[in-house]
């Protein structure tokens, strides 16, 4: 099927790249022109494990190009999938104006009925706005454009999995017309039939994801539902965590339990410096300002973006309890990401916690294998290290605040060694307290016995 994506941020490259993948014809588009010519000339303006294969592999065989007249594009395509920001508002709303300026284009150039599938985050109700703006752009053609909307659940770093091999793919629908397309879209997916770029040597027996098929109202508010339940339980793990720590209990045996309750789940319960990243976040904050504007008290997910809020505050409290005076101390962070596995550093802990401690006159040196690039147009006063070991060369203290594997890796013996003063102080809980003892460290982490 001729496919349109229009955004190429995140979501819209991800999507666009799987779905020539698994065999349709994909034009990307989006209106930031610099980033189109970096497409057009084989860069990636983001970093995502398995993704830079999967677009070169897609353009040499011709399934996947770059457009960067949006028009063009749009017009090309049978459906048209919307991946464009919503970025937060200053109220917390999501800023819908991007989607409204694609469905006006959408409905304005358009010459025959298309199919509009909304793929970015969007409040309840816009799929409904999104119908009336297209049939008002497209009276002057006639055309009667059908709606449809198909949350992603993609998470950084391992999106092109997550895309190929989902848990669910949501079909929010109003026609059968639109479910059937959509089934035809996803069908390589829910039979699991395609040459898959991640697990090169064979898929692992993942079951085939269900196609699950719901109202467009329903569609939308299963994003925000599902994120902020994630919110939430990163939270309440951080709640626990505090508590254990005061208790003597150690964070990871209660979750590790906590977490065999199959009502519960295992995941999403790691301890530390909190969520970050554009999603959940955002999403929160959306849900939250939804059920306000609706009549409806949901100040238990407010508690959990507070909650959120003061890991930072937590964590900086640690660090001045271990140094005594933060001020001209010499510490190094590692970590700049919102999480391992990306270079995204938006809504980022780790940013929060540099810039917090910049602003307590620490001087800093900071380190992430793959955010540097993009924390250097925003942290000033502060030092970039080459690795981890630059960083740690006589520090006061060393922060983890991204749990990268190569962390976990280093050689802390040779950490040891090069630090002024051998204390650790670990806010995603990536090491291990004995470990660390027995190598000499002074060392602290979140809700684990010190
Ligand atoms: C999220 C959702 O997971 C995904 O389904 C959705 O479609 C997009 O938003 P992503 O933003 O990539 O994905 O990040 P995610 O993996 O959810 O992590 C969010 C944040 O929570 C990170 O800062 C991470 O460090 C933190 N986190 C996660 C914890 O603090 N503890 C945990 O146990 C898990």
């Not at 014809?25 to 980033?35: H, M, R, S, W, Y």
């Not at 497409?39 to 592999?57: A, H, R, W």
């Amino acid at each position: 099927m001729k496919l349109t994506v229009v955004g190429c941020g995140y979501v819209g490259l991800v999507t666009g790249s799987c779905l020539a993948e698994i065999g349709h014809d994909v034009i990307c588009t989006d209106n930031d022109a610099a980033k189109m010519q970096m497409l057009e000339s084989g860069k990636l303006p983001i970093f995502e494990p398995d993704l830079d294969g999967v677009v070169e592999k897609t353009r040499r065989e011709g399934r996947l190009k770059f457009e960067p007249k949006v028009a063009d594009a749009v017009q090309a395509g049978e459906a048209i999938l919307i991946c464009v920001g919503t970025p937060p508002l200053p109220s917390g709303d999501a800023d819908l104006s991007a989607i409204d300026d694609v469905a006006r284009l959408i409905g304005t150039v358009s010459r025959q009925p298309k199919l509009v599938i909304e793929k970015s985050t969007v409040p309840a109700q816009t799929g409904q706005e999104l119908k009336r703006v297209l049939t008002i752009y497209g009276r002057k053609n006639n055309l009667e454009f059908r709606v449809a909307s198909n949350p992603e659940f993609l998470r950084e770093g391992t999106a092109v999995g997550d895309f190929l091999h989902p848990d669910r793919i949501v079909v929010g629908v109003e026609d059968e017309k639109s479910e059937k397309q959509l089934r035809e879209i996803y069908k390589p997916v829910t039979d699991q039939k395609f040459n898959c770029p991640v697990h090169l040597k064979g898929c692992p027996p993942i079951p085939p994801p269900e196609l699950i098929v719901t109202t467009i109202n329903s569609a939308e508010i299963i994003k925000h539902a599902s994120n902020s339940f994630l919110a939430m339980k990163i939270s309440y793990a951080n709640m626990v965590a505090d508590l254990a720590e005061k208790l003597g209990a150690n964070i990871d045996e209660v979750m590790h339990a906590v977490g065999r309750d199959p009502r519960i789940g295992p995941n999403f319960l790691n301890a530390g410096l909190g969520f970050g990243g554009f999603c959940l976040p955002k999403d929160l904050q959306a849900f939250v300002r939804l059920a306000e504007r609706n009549g409806v008290d949901f100040s238990l997910l407010r508690q959990a973006e507070i909650v959120n809020k003061q890991r930072i505050d937590q964590f900086v409290e640690k660090v001045r309890r271990a140094l005594w005076v933060i001020r001209e101390k010499h510490i190094g962070v590692l970590g700049l990401a919102f999480k391992p596995n990306t270079d995204d550093i938006r809504f980022s802990p780790a940013m929060d916690l540099v810039n917090r401690l910049i602003s307590e006159g620490a001087s800093l040196r900071v380190y992430d294998p793959e955010a540097m690039e993009r924390a250097r147009h925003s942290l000033k006063n502060v030092q970039f290290g080459a690795n981890a070991y630059e960083i740690a060369k006589d520090a006061d203290a060393l922060l983890i605040a991204t749990e990268w594997d190569e962390f976990r890796n280093l050689d802390w013996d040779r950490i040891h060694e090069l630090m002024s003063r051998p204390l650790v102080l670990d806010g995603r809980n990536l090491l291990s307290p004995g470990a660390m003892k027995a190598a000499g460290f002074e060392y602290y982490s979140m809700g684990r016995p010190e």
